[in-house]
Each structure stands twice: as C-alpha cells, then as structure tokens.
C-alpha cells in the first residue's frame, strides 16, 4: 500500500497534463500511487497521459460526470493512507507531498493539510498568492516551511 495518493481528475487537459505528470515523478517522496482520472475527456488527453509508463500511474476513464465526481472515483479507487488532490492543469514543487507527509506524520490530530499557490503568466513569474492574505494560515506555515 503506497502512503499517498495522488488524485489528478482529468477533463480535456492534454496541453498541461503532462507537466502535472512530471511534477509529481519529480518529487522528492517515491511513496505514491498517482490515480488519473480522465472524465470523459473529447481531446488528446489519454495519449498525453499514455506516454508516461511509471508504474506508480493508474488511469481510469469514466464518462464525463463533472470534477467532484472524479474525484470521488479517484477516491474509491485509491490504496494511500493519505489522499493529495492536484488538478491536472497543476503542478507541484519539488518537495510538496514530503512537507505534507512530515507534517500529517508529526501531527496525528490533523486530518487534512493544504497549501497556498501562485498563479503564473507564461513566462514562468508569479502573479499572486491567494493565501498569504489570510492570517489563519500563520499558526502552522512555520512549521511547514521547516
């Protein structure tokens, strides 16, 4: 049984998937199972997602029901001690499931994590961060961050 999994729901996606993909293979965590499941996708998706052969990569193909309902699949069909949920249009960084393992392994009484993100124009730079308006996310960032 992997410790996480990492839920991608997938609509039509075939343009960005691939970098979702390879965010996660380049984590610095090796205990995971990514389920990818392509809602009923009309473009290119399941040959972006078919290039990649990593055995940790589990694909599901279900007619198009909407995103929470992939999920839930996603959810049904996963084995981690952990669910990580990434859009397939996200991607990681390089030490983002390790972080939230350390934490959820320190901290028993917690039952979920989460993080900010960045939006980026094309060239790579940030734009803005969503969560740092917010003070309630202060009494843990620190010992996120560690």
């Known amino acids: 049984m992997p410790k996480v999994s990492v ?20 984590q610095d965590f090796s205990d ?26 589990k694909y599901i193909h279900q007619i198009n029901q909407g995103v929470g309902a992939a999920r839930n699949t996603g959810i049904q069909k996963s084995n981690g001690e952990y669910l990580c949920f990434l859009d397939c249009d996200d991607i990681f960084l390089a030490n ?10 320190k901290y028993k009484e917690v039952m979920l994590v989460f993080s900010d993100h960045s939006r980026e124009y094309d060239k790579g730079y940030p734009i803005s961060n969503y969560l740092r308006k917010y003070d309630f996310v202060n009494f843990c960032k620190d010992e996120i961050v560690k």
């Open 7 to 26: 839920i991608i729901p997938a609509y039509n996606c075939a343009k960005f998937v691939d970098g979702t993909i390879i965010s996660v293979l380049k």
């Open 32 to 57: 995971y199972e990514m389920v990818i499941i392509d809602d009923g996708s009309t473009d290119n998706t399941y040959e972006a997602i078919s290039r990649f052969s990593d055995r940790r990569i």
């Open 96 to 105: 983002s499931i390790s972080k939230r393992v350390a934490f959820l392994d």
